[in-house]
């Protein structure tokens, strides 16, 4: 139980030294702040096309005739002006509940390519695909491999939702468990970089748990935060890359040397 919390302590601590890496190293920043910025542009051409195009539409097709009473005209001004305000103040909602997830959506092929490229710079590891064929085969295996552990720490949370809605602080209490499979996703990073197969991996971690739980508890937790994932997500993506070469990749050798590869 010593060595669990240990572990776990070591992990939320790097949390704090992926983040100090993340700003010292410059040269990931574009592979960070890109895809933000493409889901932002995203949004905006929407909001031209809602200022320029949809609202000028339904300003236009709710009118009173020539004719009408200044009642009734009165009436019609007032429903165009609430309809035009509920459009605009429902646009805000969406981008506000959607901007994350879309720029979330946007940054994985971002957050790979920060892992590879962090891991060439910290540990000489640098995966080298053979030609575009090789390249394609890596997301897809990666993005195959990323979606079985996403979906796990999906299925946990959502059977916990009973707890964070009834148990007072539940959403805290859980957050190790669906943490876990978040930190898990950071690790895998490493685990590609070497094309090693998903059953290695999962061998691989044998002693390394609390670690990794560690580490995505505290990113769970920060991502709680509104928009925290622009900056969460890429100290997730080094911190993994950190725990695989520093924690999982020697304890598994030590503990089997025929792990190593």
């Known amino acids: 139980m010593n060595r669990t919390l240990k572990d776990f302590q070591l992990g939320a601590k790097y949390t704090l030294i992926a983040t100090k890496a993340l700003f010292d190293t410059r040269s990931l920043w574009v592979y960070a702040l890109l895809p933000w910025l493409l889901g932002l542009c995203c ?3 929407l909001g031209v096309l809602l200022v320029f195009w949809l609202l000028p539409l339904v300003n236009g097709a709710i009118e009173a005739s020539p004719d009408a009473s200044a009642w009734w005209s009165g009436t019609v001004a007032v429903l165009r002006w609430l309809s035009m305000a509920g459009i605009v103040i429902a646009a805000f909602v969406v981008f ?13 092929p971002f957050l790979d390519l920060l892992a590879e490229k962090y891991e060439e710079k910290a540990y000489g590891v640098k995966y080298i695909p053979q030609n575009t064929r090789g390249r394609l085969s890596y997301y897809w295996t990666s993005g195959v491999n990323s979606f079985r552990i996403s979906l796990k720490g999906i299925l946990w949370a959502v059977l916990l939702i009973p707890v964070w809605l009834t148990v ?10 669906p943490g876990y499979y978040l930190g898990l996703g950071g690790v895998l990073y490493g685990a590609e970089h070497r094309r090693c197969p998903y059953r290695q991996f999962k061998r691989q971690l044998a002693g390394s748990r609390a670690v990794i739980c560690g580490m995505g508890t505290m990113n769970y937790l920060c991502l709680l935060i509104p928009f925290a994932a622009f900056f969460m997500l890429p100290v997730l993506a080094i911190g993994g890359v950190m725990i695989y070469n ?3 990749l020697p304890r598994s050798t030590a503990a089997d040397p025929a792990k190593h590869f």
């Open 96 to 108: 506000l509940f959607t901007y994350t997830t879309v720029s979330t959506l946007l940054s994985l």
């Open 168 to 177: 007072p602080g539940g959403l805290i209490l859980i957050a190790p468990l």
């Open 43 to 45: 949004y905006l051409i």
């Open 246 to 248: 520093d924690v999982v």
